[in-house]
C-alpha cells in the first residue's frame, strides 16, 4: 500500500535550517506529483510546496520563496523540503502527500488543493523558537 513516511522536523532557533525528508513506497513513485503542507495549531493546513513528476517543475506558497527549496531523488524515492532562515512563524506539522494521479502537474496554487493529494504521511514536527 502506498506509505510516505516523513522525517527531519525538530527545534531549531530563529533564524536556522532545517531539511525535511519525505520516503515514499507503494507506487511508481517517478509519476507522481509530492507536496508539502503544513498545519500550525488552530489552524487549517495549507499548502507549501510541491514538485512535479514528469519534469521536476516546483511550487511554492508565495510567503515562502526564497527561504524554501523542494527537489526530489527519485532513485531515492524520496522528496525534499530544504527550510531555511526559519521564523517562529514557520512552526507547524509539516506533512507530505501523493497527488491521485499519475502525470498530474503541481505547479501552481490550485495544483496544491488538498482535495487533488490521496495519500498522505504522519508529519513531522517542526517548531522554531529561541
Known amino acids: 500500500q502506498v506509505q510516505l513516511v516523513e522525517s527531519g522536523g525538530g527545534l531549531v532557533q530563529p533564524g536556522g535550517s532545517l531539511r525535511l525528508s519525505c520516503v515514499a513506497s507503494g507506487f511508481t513513485f517517478d509519476d507522481y506529483s509530492i507536496g508539502w503542507f503544513r498545519q500550525a495549531p488552530g489552524k487549517e493546513r495549507e499548502g507549501v510546496s510541491c514538485i512535479s513528476s514528469s519534469d521536476g517543475s516546483t511550487y511554492y506558497a508565495d510567503t515562502l520563496k526564497g527561504r524554501f527549496t523542494i527537489s526530489r531523488d527519485n532513485a531515492k524515492r524520496t522528496v525534499y523540503l530544504q527550510m531555511n532562515s526559519l521564523k517562529p512563524e514557520d512552526t507547524a506539522v509539516y506533512f507530505c502527500?501523493?497527488?491521485?494521479?499519475?502525470?498530474?502537474?503541481?505547479?501552481?496554487?490550485?495544483?496544491?488543493?488538498?482535495?487533488?493529494?490521496?495519500?498522505w504521511g504522519q508529519g513531522t514536527q517542526v517548531t522554531v523558537s529561541s
Open positions: 502527500a501523493v497527488v491521485y494521479f499519475s502525470e498530474a502537474p503541481c505547479i501552481t496554487r490550485g495544483d496544491m488543493d488538498i482535495d487533488r493529494f490521496g495519500s
